[in-house]
């Protein structure tokens, strides 16, 4: 358990940063959960949720912003704490970004007609549930302060870019066969599947944060060895 | 073991204080690179001054005060030898304290009096240089050059801790230690005192004592924290505030309880 502050003020802005991030991190994969399920269940009220979810991370990043801001200006963090900021500001950017993602990729899966292809519909879902679950190991390594945990959720990229290649490449081939199912929704199929593996690219950034929160140092980790 | 390397000014190892029974530091080895400035830092009582003190013999006047350790001054010079002068150690190494304590004599007398007792100036001429430059290099001059003779204490704090600064210049020193040099200082007199620091060590090795976390950030490249007598953790001071390898440390500078 880590020491008390001698400043109670300061450690209860600590404490709100690192409230805030859990707060905007459950919304993220809220919304991540249920632009997932939209893929197979197309319902639009469901899309826009995630639309309305997308209003509150960006409240609540502003938010982690502004007390980053005055944290910095007024109390002058340093080692673990200057650490826990600069993480908390750039892990705030990702889940936005997750979010924005989720909120695209719901809205294009319900203009996606109810004939497309139901082979590639399970693999959209199913690449979706994968992400899912990197997102949420990666923030619960964070949250937990568990290096090996981030090192493990990390690793799991190379897996989603697997499943989103040849999901890809069965898109184009389909396309090339001129199947009337694949052709009719055009780029809509490829946006989605992008848009899932973008936000696995984004925990893999928040891994690399938990990395220097609890080490100090950036790895480059695509050279190291683990498994 | 201290090795010889000349790139210290300073190398200490196997230090112990005792003020009678109690022990004040255990078993400290720190060595000071050359034209670097050095910050040690801790909570009251961790014994980083009594360290400090150590470093120019300032504890030979405390009674109960027993020293013991390897001190060498530039790989070579034990300062703690029965041949080293009290007075010859402290021309080399020179110390700036907490509250400026200039003589009650005028400015120029303040600066000049260290070269006429050490026998430093052969001529007027040179000690009237030697006083010029000390106050130019101390950041003090344009204040002071037309009332050279005015008496010291009418000048203000920060201006008298830079008096002071430039009174342990003028002996030609290759160690200045400082002993919380801006503690009793306003934020414009510090931000001076810092900026001179950051001057002065290009020709000098600066050896300071702080309580201010911010000031040991800003003016060191190295830090040594202190804690109980011990030393906890010494590095570069970007890391120490960024990623100390020590939780201790952590707690201390982020300002939890250790």
């Not at chain 2, 390397?5 to 029974?21: C, D, I, P, R």
């Amino acid at each position: 358990m880590e020491t008390a502050h001698t400043d109670k003020n300061f450690e209860q802005k600590l404490n709100h940063l690192t409230d805030n991030l859990i707060k905007m991190s459950n919304i993220v994969e809220k919304q991540i959960e249920i632009a997932v399920n939209v893929i197979k269940s197309k319902d639009s009220s469901d899309a826009q949720t995630t639309q309305n979810l997308d209003e509150q991370v960006d409240e609540v990043e502003r938010d982690v912003r502004d007390l980053s801001f005055e944290i910095m200006t007024l109390h002058r963090p340093v080692a673990s704490d200057l650490r826990l900021v600069f993480t908390a500001l750039k892990v705030s950017k990702e889940l936005e970004r997750m979010g924005d993602h989720s909120r695209n990729l719901a809205k294009r899966a319900i203009s996606i007609s109810s004939s497309f292809d139901v082979d590639l519909t399970d693999q959209m879902h199913n690449l979706g549930k994968g992400v899912q679950k990197m997102v949420n190991q990666t923030l619960e390594s964070f949250f937990k302060k568990d290096e090996v945990q981030a090192r493990i959720s990390w690793n799991q990229d190379a897996e989603i870019d697997r499943q989103y290649k040849s999901l890809l490449s069965d898109l184009i081939e389909r396309m090339h066969n001129k199947e009337t199912s694949v052709v009719d929704e055009g780029t809509k199929p490829i946006l989605i599947a992008k848009s899932l593996e973008r936000i696995g690219d984004h925990a893999t950034n928040i891994a690399e944060e938990v990395i220097f929160n609890i080490t100090g140092h950036y790895i480059d980790l695509k050279k190291s060895d683990f498994e | 073991m201290v090795d010889q390397n000349s790139n210290y000014a300073l190398q200490t190892s196997e230090v112990y204080v005792h003020y009678g029974k109690k022990m004040a530091i255990n078993n400290v080895a720190l060595n000071f690179p050359k034209n670097e400035v050095t910050s040690l830092i801790g909570p009251s009582g961790c014994g980083k001054s009594t360290f400090l003190r150590c470093l120019n013999r300032m504890n030979d006047v405390i009674d109960i005060c027993n020293v013991k350790g390897k001190f060498l001054l530039n790989g070579n010079v034990d300062i703690y030898s029965p041949d080293i002068q009290v007075e010859t150690l402290r021309e080399k190494v020179g110390m700036v304290f907490q509250k400026p304590n200039p003589f009650p004599k005028t400015i120029y007398d303040n600066v000049a009096y260290g070269p006429k007792i050490h026998g430093i100036a052969s001529s007027q001429n040179e000690l009237d240089e030697i006083v010029k430059d000390s106050l130019h290099r101390a950041g003090l001059y344009e204040e002071v050059k037309d009332r050279m003779d005015d008496i010291a204490t009418g000048l203000s704090g920060g201006q008298q801790q830079r008096l002071c600064i430039a009174r342990a210049i003028a002996i030609r020193p290759e160690i200045i230690l400082m002993d919380e040099p801006c503690s009793a200082l306003d934020p414009i007199a510090t931000a001076k005192i810092e900026d001179l620091i950051n001057e002065l060590k290009e020709n000098y090795t600066i050896i300071i004592v702080t309580h201010s976390m911010s000031q040991a950030s800003r003016v060191s490249s190295k830090t040594a924290f202190f804690h109980l007598g011990n030393l906890v953790e010494y590095g570069e001071t970007g890391k120490i505030f960024t990623k100390p390898d020590k939780e201790q440390t952590n707690d201390y500078i982020t300002g939890r309880f250790g």
